[in-house]
């Protein structure tokens, strides 16, 4: 009995949404077109600013103690004295770093990978007219804004923001004094909250709101790769945000959950000890790692689609890839304390972690090939999306392949907590999965505006991009095997050879002078890197009134079904529930007249 | 078009939208409180041997407390029953019930937190501690200062230069109330200046890591039953008009608001024996 | 086709009986739960075996009879062994990296 009394917040209702002011439309939307864009555009801001973190890091790291340029006055104006003289301090050096790495996970990529261009893209994909749970949708996102309100605030209060590292370890996070930690806790804990929140949203909906005829083995990759990635932030998440109230209360009720006994830190004050500092570290990577393929699948199933839709042939191993996808999600949840190895873990443990880290890297590299062996046989259209699809392929090659002596803990003894890592995690996030959020910008651009963005400056911001971002990572691959450690505000200074020299700390060896010269090569890559979005960022804007007119709904001829509503989609998606009669990646099957077909397309009788 | 399966059932599922969504919900939390437990297990086992709590909290209490939820478990499975039945009037008595329950559980709840809350350990200046819960302080009194006074009706407890079993027979009195040595305890009211006084610490979340775990995996549960109790009571006050206009949807809603309280007592049933009878 | 909106009162009569008694024996586990914490077993570590024995017991019960999953379907089934699994795992997990140590490690 179809229940035809429900409260219409959605449906096609014009009359309702004629007279549905601003703030209603677009600001406290529940459609999840609108919620998709908005996470898109808050998210976009804050890579953006974690970018301008980052580019103050590289300075002090390659000049240490010299005011950073333009900027300098302007940091000491606001930040005041850890920023005096408009040098980084080792402070603001720490709480730049430890706001980089949260602002670049938890409110950059996170919410533009999952949220945005999911809620945007999902519920098209597979006929629904909006998410499950509209408005639980819109609490999502406004969580997600308090979240990264409360962390931005976090610069601005005495002592200055949270310096303990993304990873937030104690007793340090606890034991510095400042504010800044609470903050961070407390914006973890709304960040957390959102992620639950749509995590409900996208399992509930692909379960139930599929289209008629859209079996599970013919939803697009994109789809199954949010499925799984749902699952992870919604099991993953809770310890960490156990973990971080439990650090909560620490910092402010003065317990010792995580402080041991002994530890004589004057700013903790009395304490009574008896805590563990390894259980935050068990706790934080139950979500970390998970976190990582959080960050990953969704890239996948955007480069997944786009490869699909430019090699104008199916992709190869959809079974496979589905497989894989969902073993990489059991799978993570079990691996966690290869972050750990030098932590004092016995043997047994070690080697579980060890075995189940290597095991996981085999559907990575089952998804991987999958993708370079659907461009063979291919018709190529290589279009700006398709670029940068193809630079992930190699570029998530190198990160994920050289995450592999990070994963036996032998290797890991030399290569924990150096360069090595930064440059392995940076391969695979960086020309990796931005890499494919930009594709997925240019490449569904279309469809929410009905223009295309312009194709020679995304070429442009492409190769630029590409070149740049390896002349930033790459070195740090030698830095970190010669023994450089990360999050060292002087660059290495007080570890070169010549410093050693000079003190008589240590006999031989240190830091070599051609490796801190490296910083230096770095940090131009990084203004080049920096520049090189300037196309990008004009581009997004101009093209919104300016660029190309698509010319029709599917200007990429896709099959998948977003491409077959109007532009842009209206509240309600499709007017009634399309009916699905094929998978989806039917391009050029044999004895077609044109070389797609939509998945919604009826059989010729 | 509508959001479809709000109130249908989605044939190949045999769900409705809600229903997924809770259960997801749900193993969410399991997760969130799971990771506290293993903290307990993990903080517990780790702790130093004889120094770890046992009967610091009122069983009575915690017992009635028990009580009272899985009371207020049945009204709520009966209260949707009620609405299958489309007896609404059952309905409101039964969840009438529940936020009756509620409330108790919350007032023994803070009675509970409050004993803990001035209930204090002092160390004295001749070396002994003192224990028990504050009678009176005086207007003036400061510990920097060193002024004024503090009655406490407890008793006193003799560490110095103690090992081996004769510690531990001392520890016994303040940390296992159910030992030989504890029954033996005669409470009194003591007074001291503040000049007697080292250091004084109240059986707060700072106290030790039992009591840090015991507020906190407490205190999580408590926001959960306000929460709870909240979403019911909205349902209960003002359902009224949603249960003429669609019954269906509306009776969905109490199921599912439902799950989520059983779930708050499921948590408790575990919490109620970790951390009163063990 | 959805759920009737009225079933036959009998049908909900002998649910109305089920629920009465899951009630009973939850009140009797209580009862028996903190009579045994009284008992000196011959370890402290029985002693939370029964406790947590009772206690899954009477989860048991809430959740199948309460919260209707004992007659649930496959899907809600599903989360809830993945939610398991990997409650199970962080548990074991942790508990174990405490317990196994290199050779000369110092612990208090």
Redesign the interface.
């Known amino acids: ?3 035809t ?2 409260i ?1 917040h ?3 209702h014009e009359e309702h949404h004629e007279h549905a002011g601003f703030w209603r439309t677009y600001i406290f939307s529940t459609d999840h077109k609108i919620i998709g864009i908005q996470y898109g555009i808050t998210a976009l801001c804050f890579l953006f600013f974690g970018f301008l973190l980052m580019m103050m890091m590289r300075w002090q790291i390659a000049h240490p103690n010299v005011p950073v340029p333009i900027v300098g006055p302007l940091l000491e104006k606001v930040l005041g004295s850890v920023a005096s003289q408009g040098k980084i301090s080792a402070e603001l050096y720490n709480s730049f770093g430890a706001m980089h790495g949260t602002i670049m996970v938890f409110l950059a990529i996170v919410p533009l990978a999952f949220a945005a261009f999911g809620n945007y893209v999902v519920p098209l994909m597979i006929g ?3 998410m ?3 408005r ?1 949708n819109m609490a999502s996102y406004q969580s997600y804004v308090v979240g990264g309100v409360v962390m931005l605030t976090s610069f601005f209060i005495p002592g200055g923001a949270a310096q303990a590292g993304w990873t937030s370890y104690s007793p340090l996070a606890t034991a510095v004094a400042t504010n800044g930690q609470t903050f961070w806790l407390i914006g973890m804990i709304f960040l957390i909250t959102s992620s ?1 929140l749509g ?3 996208f ?2 909906t692909i ?3 599929r289209a008629p005829g859209m079996t599970w083995m013919r939803l697009p990759f994109f789809v199954w790769s949010q499925f799984v990635t749902a ?1 992870l932030l ?6 960490l ?3 971080s ?2 650090q909560l ?1 620490d910092k402010v ?5 995580f402080l041991p ?1 002994g530890l004589a830190v004057g700013t903790l004050g ?3 000890g ?3 500092p ?2 935050w570290q ?2 934080f990577w ?1 979500l970390g790692h998970p976190e990582v393929y959080v960050l990953i699948l969704p890239a996948m199933g955007i480069v997944a689609e786009i490869i699909a839709n430019n090699t104008r042939k199916p992709i190869w191993g959809y079974k496979s890839l589905v497989y894989s996808a969902l073993t990489i999600g ?1 799978m993570s ?2 691996v966690w ?1 290869h972050h ?1 190895y030098l932590t ?6 070690a080697t ?1 972690f060890q075995t189940t880290t290597m095991i996981i890297s085999i559907p990575s590299v089952i998804i991987l090939t999958c993708m370079f062996l659907s461009l063979w046989g291919g018709s190529i259209r290589f279009n700006t999306p398709m670029l940068f699809v193809m630079a992930f392929l190699p570029m998530f090659g190198i990160g994920g392949l050289t995450g592999l002596p990070l994963g036996f803990n032998f290797s890991d003894l030399h290569l924990h907590d150096t360069y090595y890592v930064i440059a392995h995690f940076h391969y695979i996030v960086a020309p990796g999965t931005i890499f494919a959020l930009f594709a997925g910008i240019y490449y569904w651009y279309p469809k929410m505006t009905g223009r295309m963005m312009n194709e020679f400056w995304g070429q442009v911001h492409f190769w630029l991009s590409l070149i740049c971002m390896n002349l930033i990572f790459q070195p740090m691959f030698a830095q970190g095997m010669a023994g450089m450690i990360r999050r060292m505000s002087d660059g290495g200074a007080n570890y070169t050879a010549a410093h050693n020299a000079a003190t008589g700390l240590i006999v031989t060896g240190g830091l070599s002078d051609s490796l801190i010269r490296l910083h230096v090569f770095i940090l131009w890559a990084v203004v080049g890197l920096g520049i090189s979005q300037i196309p990008f960022i004009i581009n997004f804007f101009w093209s919104i009134k300016h660029g190309k007119p698509a010319g029709s709904d599917n200007p990429w001829q896709a099959t998948t079904l977003e491409w077959q509503t109007p532009t842009p989609p209206p509240h ?6 399309p009916v699905v009669y094929r998978g989806p990646y039917e391009y050029s099957v044999p004895g077609h007249a044109r070389d797609f077909t939509p998945q919604n397309e009826p059989e010729k009788a | 078009m509508e959001i479809p399966y709000t109130t249908e059932i989605r044939k190949d599922t045999g769900l409705y939208n809600a229903k997924v969504g809770i259960w997801l919900f749900l193993a969410s939390e399991v997760m969130l409180f799971g990771a506290l437990f293993s903290a307990y297990i993990l903080l517990r086992v780790g702790s130093q041997e004889g120094y770890w709590p046992h009967g610091w909290l009122n069983i009575p209490l915690g017992t009635a407390n028990t009580l009272v939820l899985i009371t207020s478990s049945i009204t709520t499975v009966m209260a949707w029953a009620s609405l299958k039945m489309n007896n609404y009037g059952k309905f409101k008595f039964f969840h009438a019930i529940t936020l009756c329950c509620a409330i108790t559980f919350l007032c023994i709840k803070s009675y509970e937190y409050h004993d803990k809350w001035i209930h204090y350990r002092i160390e004295l200046t001749n070396g002994l501690t003192a224990d028990g819960h504050l009678v009176e302080k005086s207007p003036d009194f400061n510990l920097e200062k060193k002024t004024g006074y503090f009655v406490i009706h407890g008793h006193e407890l003799d560490f110095r230069n103690k090992t081996g079993k004769e510690l531990q027979t001392e520890l016994n009195k303040l940390y296992d109330m159910r030992s030989p040595e504890a029954k033996t305890i005669v409470y009194k009211e003591l007074k001291y200046n503040a000049s007697d006084i080292v250091s004084m610490r109240n059986y707060a979340p700072w106290q030790n890591t039992y009591t840090a775990l015991y507020f906190t995996l407490t205190g999580l549960h408590a926001l959960h039953v306000i929460g709870g109790a909240i979403v019911i009571f909205y349902l209960w006050a003002f359902g009224g008009k949603m249960w003429k206009e669609d019954p269906e949807r509306f009776t969905n809603r109490v199921e599912v608001s439902g799950l989520f309280w059983h779930f708050v007592d499921l948590v408790w049933i575990f919490l109620f024996p970790v951390l009163y009878l063990l | 086709m959805s759920e009737q909106h009225t079933e036959h009162p009998d049908h909900f009569a002998s649910h109305v009986r089920r629920y009465l008694l899951v009630f009973v024996a939850l009140i009797f586990g209580t009862i028996l739960t903190v009579w045994a914490s009284y008992i000196r077993f011959p370890t402290r570590e029985i002693n939370v075996a029964v406790a947590l024995f009772i206690a899954a017991s009477k989860a048991s019960l809430v959740a199948g009879f309460f919260m209707h999953l004992i007659s649930e379907r496959k899907m809600i089934y599903g989360i809830l062994c993945f939610t398991a699994f990997f409650f199970a795992g962080l548990m074991a997990l942790t508990i174990w990296s405490f317990a196994d140590f290199p050779a000369l490690t110092v612990t208090h």
């Open positions: 009995m179809q229940a009394h429900a219409p959605t449906g096609v629904a007219p909006d499950a749970f509209p639980v639950l995590a409900v949203n399992i509930a379960i139930q709101l699952f919604l099991l993953a998440f809770p310890p945000e156990a973990a109230i439990m209360m009720a003065h317990t010792s959950f006994t009395t304490i009574s008896g805590g563990s390894l259980l068990h706790l139950f059991f949840f079990i304390a750990m004092g873990m016995g043997v047994r443990v579980f309600g998606n499709f007017a009634k529930a």
